[in-house]
């Protein structure tokens, strides 16, 4: 079955410590997405790529960074930059021609700092 | 500058009943519009669509209105069950926003048996 898989689904990071979140895809897609969602707020844009070796920052991308050496794996990476990382964060992939297709998301990781 | 809100971020509605939850925009751009489906510790699904060359989409008990005057949506969910208990997630893009999808703030809908 095609789809988007983010692990961990639970991480709790220490305050000063980097941590990185992944996500993959078998969709072939070629553009992925990081959102972050907190209470009240909606899902907020952090990170997005339309192309492997190529992103761009979204709304809030102070304290994040991103890569995508392949076209199936764009990892977060949570950096100690970022004040308040303790948030609910989603990946999520779409085909880049068209726009009637909408995103398919994965399962989230809750990151929470301690 | 919230592009896209939902006013309301919760609503209760008995089963059987009808439930409406509604979305602003304000980019006259946006020209495609998706509402999502939320469980808690989930990824958001996706419910249904509307171009905004139409004016109503149906998918069995889901309808999505669009007035584009007023830059309003509504999603239309009769009747309501339990199982449809959720955050609700209007987002919208345009052909120049290359898929890249705006979200609102999400409504919290909870239908009572």
């Known amino acids: 079955d095609g789809g988007i898989t983010q692990s961990p689904k639970y991480l709790f990071r220490k305050e000063g410590q980097n941590v990185t979140l992944s996500c993959e895809q078998n969709?072939?897609?070629?553009?992925m997405y990081w959102y972050r969602q907190d209470p009240g707020q909606g899902l907020r844009l952090i990170y997005y790529?339309?192309?492997?070796?190529?992103?761009q920052k979204g709304d809030i991308a102070e304290g994040y960074s991103v890569s995508r050496e392949k076209k199936e794996s764009f990892p977060l990476t949570v950096t100690s930059a970022q004040k308040n990382p303790t948030a609910f964060y989603l990946c999520?992939?779409?085909?880049?021609?068209?726009?009637?297709?909408?995103?398919?998301f994965g399962s989230g990781t809750r990151l929470t700092v301690v | 500058d919230q592009q896209v809100k939902q006013n309301s971020p919760s609503l209760s509605v008995q089963e059987g009943r009808i439930s409406i939850l509604n979305c602003d925009y304000t980019n006259s751009m946006f020209d495609y519009f998706l509402w999502y489906k939320k469980y808690p510790a989930e990824g958001p699904t996706f419910l249904i669509s509307i171009s905004s060359i139409k004016d109503k989409n149906e998918d069995g008990r889901f309808t999505v209105f669009l007035n584009k005057s007023a830059k309003h949506l509504s999603l239309h969910i009769v009747p309501s069950q339990p199982g449809d208990s959720a955050v609700y997630f209007c987002a919208a893009n345009s052909g120049t926003s290359y898929g890249k999808l705006t979200f609102g703030q999400g409504t919290i809908l909870t239908v009572h048996p």
């Open positions: 999520a992939s779409s085909p880049l021609t068209g726009q009637g297709y909408g995103y398919t």
């Open positions: 969709l072939n897609h070629d553009a």
């Open positions: 790529s339309q192309i492997v070796n190529d992103f």
